[in-house]
Protein backbone atom coordinates (compact mmCIF):
# COMPACT_ATOMS: atom_id res chain seq x y z
CA UNK A 1 0.00 0.00 0.00
CA UNK A 2 1.47 3.71 -0.97
CA UNK A 3 -0.47 6.95 -0.12
CA UNK A 4 -0.35 10.00 -2.39
CA UNK A 5 -1.68 13.54 -1.03
CA UNK A 6 -3.33 15.88 -2.88
CA UNK A 7 -1.49 19.36 -1.47
CA UNK A 8 -3.10 22.67 -1.52
CA UNK A 9 -0.30 25.40 -3.69
CA UNK A 10 -1.21 28.28 -1.35
CA UNK A 11 -0.55 26.25 1.64
CA UNK A 12 1.86 23.59 0.63
CA UNK A 13 -0.55 21.18 2.68
CA UNK A 14 -1.97 17.93 1.96
CA UNK A 15 -5.82 18.42 1.99
CA UNK A 16 -6.73 14.90 0.88
CA UNK A 17 -4.96 12.00 0.56
CA UNK A 18 -5.21 8.96 -1.47
CA UNK A 19 -4.41 4.90 -0.64
CA UNK A 20 -3.33 2.60 -3.34
CA UNK A 21 -3.33 -0.77 -2.98
CA UNK A 22 -1.56 -2.30 -6.04
CA UNK A 23 -2.50 -1.03 -9.46
CA UNK A 24 -6.74 -1.45 -9.62
CA UNK A 25 -7.28 -0.41 -5.54
CA UNK A 26 -7.48 3.29 -5.08
CA UNK A 27 -9.22 4.92 -1.94
CA UNK A 28 -9.48 8.70 -0.65
CA UNK A 29 -9.27 9.87 3.01
CA UNK A 30 -9.44 13.11 4.41
CA UNK A 31 -7.02 12.26 7.10
CA UNK A 32 -4.63 9.18 7.96
CA UNK A 33 -4.67 6.87 10.64
CA UNK A 34 -1.56 6.33 12.44
CA UNK A 35 -0.55 3.23 10.66
CA UNK A 36 -1.26 5.09 7.46
CA UNK A 37 1.24 7.87 8.31
CA UNK A 38 3.65 5.01 8.44
CA UNK A 39 3.23 3.96 4.47
CA UNK A 40 5.64 4.69 1.37
CA UNK A 41 4.17 8.05 -0.21
CA UNK A 42 4.16 8.36 -3.54
CA UNK A 43 5.82 10.70 -5.17
CA UNK A 44 8.37 12.09 -7.54
CA UNK A 45 11.28 14.48 -5.88
CA UNK A 46 13.98 16.19 -7.02
CA UNK A 47 17.33 15.10 -6.86
CA UNK A 48 18.27 18.00 -3.95
CA UNK A 49 14.94 16.72 -1.58
CA UNK A 50 16.14 13.06 -2.29
CA UNK A 51 19.69 14.00 -0.90
CA UNK A 52 18.23 16.03 2.04
CA UNK A 53 15.81 13.46 2.62
CA UNK A 54 18.15 10.79 3.05
CA UNK A 55 21.26 13.09 5.18
CA UNK A 56 18.19 13.89 7.47
CA UNK A 57 16.73 10.45 8.26
CA UNK A 58 13.41 11.03 6.86
CA UNK A 59 10.22 9.43 7.24
CA UNK A 60 7.11 10.00 6.22
CA UNK A 61 5.64 10.14 9.96
CA UNK A 62 8.01 12.88 10.45
CA UNK A 63 6.61 15.33 7.35
CA UNK A 64 5.22 18.62 8.37
CA UNK A 65 2.63 17.99 5.47
CA UNK A 66 0.58 15.19 6.97
Not at 31 to 58: A, F, G, Q, V, Y
Amino acid sequence: MRVMGLTDPSTKKAISWGLRDGDSTFKRVRTLTEEEIKLPIEETCNDTMLISRIESEWTPEQDPNT
